[in-house]
């Protein structure tokens, strides 16, 4: 747009219609139109910069809430990740303890008290087992699934019998899952072609 330039042939024609006594005369601001115009493009591109960084600044903020909420929640789940480590070995004994005392409990053994001590062991691991599924915590199956890294640890070959090669034909240490993510893995046997 054209810029308006006050010259003093304007003023004074101005000046001319109105007296100096006229209360709507005001003087003139040092600015002219053209550079009131450019100011307010400045201030808009301003406006609409800092409007921009406001929003990405906004988006930042949220996603670090939503990151930090997401550690909070991780946290909760697997911060008994270390303490169920432990655990899980103790359930080892006693699982083993259990086999044992019913291998000594069979029906032509009339010892009462192993009976009974065998009858206790068994809950005390059925108990255990229900607080790790309260909790998330998972005895893993594998026999008879395929070999996984991240859930396994291949510590014998077996021939293959009866079975698909690459499948685990034995448990030798139980795995266990925590919420989905493996804390122990399982150490298996898996199934080979046997060589003749």
Excluded: W
Excluded at 34 to 51: F, G, M, P, S, Y
Excluded at 129 to 137: P, R, W
Excluded at 177 to 183: A, D, E, P, Q, V
């Amino acid at each position: 747009s054209p810029c308006v330039f006050s010259t003093a042939a304007q003023q004074r024609s101005t000046g001319d219609e109105c007296g100096p006594e006229d209360p709507h005369d005001e003087p003139k601001h040092p600015l002219s139109d053209c550079a009131l115009e450019h100011k307010a493009i400045k201030l808009e591109e301003q406006v609409r910069d800092l409007t921009e960084r406001y929003r990405k600044a906004l988006a930042d903020s949220e996603n670090v809430r939503r990151r930090t909420q997401k550690f909070v929640e991780d946290a909760k789940l697997f911060g008994i990740q270390s303490f169920c480590r432990d655990l899980v070995e103790v359930a080892d004994i006693l699982e083993k303890t259990a086999e044992s005392a019913a291998g000594e409990a069979e029906p032509s053994n009339p010892n009462p008290t192993l009976k009974k001590i065998y009858e206790g062991l068994s809950l005390i691991e059925a108990k255990l087992q229900s607080v790790f599924a309260k909790h998330g915590l998972q005895k893993m199956n594998p026999v008879g699934g395929r070999y996984d890294p991240y859930d396994h640890e291949i510590v014998c070959h077996v021939p293959a019998e009866g079975m698909q090669p690459g499948t685990i034909a034995l448990v030798t240490q139980d795995g266990y899952k925590l919420h989905g993510r493996t804390i122990r893995h399982a150490l298996v046997g898996v199934a080979v072609e046997s060589q003749e």
